[in-house]
Every structure is written in C-alpha cells, then in structure tokens.
C-alpha cells in the first residue's frame, strides 16, 4: 500500500507444519520499497487463531487504515477473515476487531483481494468446501461488493478451477486490475492436494469482476526450484508508471521468501 510517504506492506511470517504454521503478521514501512522497518507485529494467540494467513491493507478515503487478516479457528479447517482500524498502520488493536468475513459451518473464507471503484468496494476472497473432510484444501474465489468494505453481497464464483489443468485443484485471486476491456487477475493455482503451499501464478481475464476465465495451459510464472512455488502475487502501482511487484518465492532450500521487483 503506498500513503504518499513510501509504501507500507503487511506481510506474514510462517513455521513448518507442525511447528506453528502462519505464527504472525507484520506491519512494516519503507521509503524505496525494498528496505523495511517494522511498525508492529501481531501475532496469531493475540487473534485467537491456530495460524494467520496473507493480510490485506486498505486505506480509506477519510484516512483510516483497514486490515484484513484471514484466521484460521483452532482445531478446525475453518477459516475467517477479521478486521482492525486504526489511524496510522502502526496502531491496530486486536482487542478491538470483529469478523467481516465470517464463513460458516459449509465453507472457509480468506486471503482477500480489494479493489475500490465506481463509487463501492469490490473483493475477490478464496473459498474452501467444509463439507468432505478430504476436499477440504480445494479452492475458487468468489467476488462481493460493499458500499463501506464492512458489509457485503456476495455474488458467487468468479474464477473456478478447471478440470484436467495445472489448476484443477483450486484457484485464488491475488491482484486484479481493471481494463478499458474489463478485469486481469493475477492467481494461484494448484493441480492436487500435494501442491498445497506451492501454487504457481496463472492469469486470468473477464468482461466483469465477476466473471474470471484462466488463460494458457502452463502457470504464467513459478519458482526454478523443486515444489515450484511462487504465490500471493501484489502488484503497486507507482506514481511514476512503473510497478512493484511482491510475491512469494520456494527457495533452493525449500524456504519460502518474500521478493520484490520493479517493472
């Protein structure tokens, strides 16, 4: 998120499975997008949360900083989506925070997407099935509007994974834009359940938010190194035309690292 001042980035920080999962979130500011200092961290037992997973930050036209946090409840598959408001990015309260997006007994919610245009909020958030124990880790992502970013109407499925291709196990929208022709999405895609935490980039396009169709048979990008994973792609756009993009990376070693570059 850039404020004017340099960007702000919300970011999480993850253990191996079984040694704590999503353990915190960090609020961070930088003058040139690469060199970070932290303003505050919050951590998943101040959510009341098993693990946290990738945040969203907003900043509203009256000035007040949003962010979304997606939760997962402890000891279930569940996820929720909480959100904080502060005036500055460096004075969230989890003590003060409630459910925007709450999901259900049915079907998990998170990671988010915010757009704001034509006057409403437009979100674009990863859904996953409750209902069978094994199907638990597929995912769509479906899109709502909102007149204030804290009530919304849903209106189903805008990108569905497609069948016999790299992405037919599940599907979530990272970074949209929207086009004199209609939208672009940038999302991760998965083939099986094995590729879970290892999602490759894919892109799609649509005449409306609500409408996503995949492009290509091959991820437009991935790691080199084994797991392929590059994911959570945000792309900023920057005063000066250029954009800088921040995603997820596998490392050599297995590690997953935040990087940055700037197009």
């Given amino acids: 998120m850039a404020d004017g001042h340099g960007v702000v980035l919300a ?7 079984g040694e704590g999962r999503g353990c915190c979130v960090v609020i961070a500011r930088s003058a040139d997008g690469e060199h970070f200092e932290t ?46 408001e502060a005036p500055a990015p460096d004075a969230f309260d989890p003590g003060r925070r409630s459910a925007v997006l709450p999901g259900d007994q049915t079907r998990a919610v998170k990671d988010p997407v915010f757009a704001w245009r034509g006057g409403k909020w437009h979100l674009w958030a990863c859904v996953h099935p409750l209902t069978e124990p094994e199907d638990t880790d597929r995912m769509w992502t479906e899109y ?14 805008a990108l569905s994974p497609r069948p016999g291709e790299w992405d037919a196990r ?42 996503l169709t995949a492009f290509g048979s091959q991820p437009a990008a991935q790691s080199p190194h084994a797991g392929n994973g590059l994911r959570y792609v945000s792309v900023l756009e920057l005063p000066d035309g250029r954009e800088r993009l921040y995603y997820e990376l596998t490392r050599a070693d297995g590690a997953h690292e935040l990087r940055t570059e700037l197009r």
Avoid at 11 to 17: A, H, S
Avoid at 73 to 82: A, D, S
Avoid at 144 to 157: I, Q, R, Y
Wanted: hydrophobic letters at 40%; a negative charge; proline letters at 6%.
């Fill in 11 to 17: 970011y999480r920080l993850r253990r191996p499975v």
């Fill in 170 to 211: 599940g599907v979530r929208v990272t970074a949209v834009r929207f086009t004199p022709d209609g939208v672009m999405a940038l999302y991760d895609g998965r083939a099986s359940a094995a590729e879970n935490f290892e999602e490759r980039t894919g892109v799609a396009f649509g005449p409306s938010p609500d409408a």
């Fill in 39 to 84: 303003l505050q961290t919050i951590t998943r037992d101040e959510m009341d949360a098993e693990s946290l997973e990738r945040p969203a930050l907003v900043l509203t036209e009256d000035g007040t900083w949003r962010l979304y946090l997606s939760c997962a409840t402890t000891g279930t598959k569940h996820w929720r989506v909480e959100l904080m």
């Fill in 144 to 157: 709502a509007v909102s007149a204030d970013g804290l009530e919304w109407m849903w209106h189903g499925p």
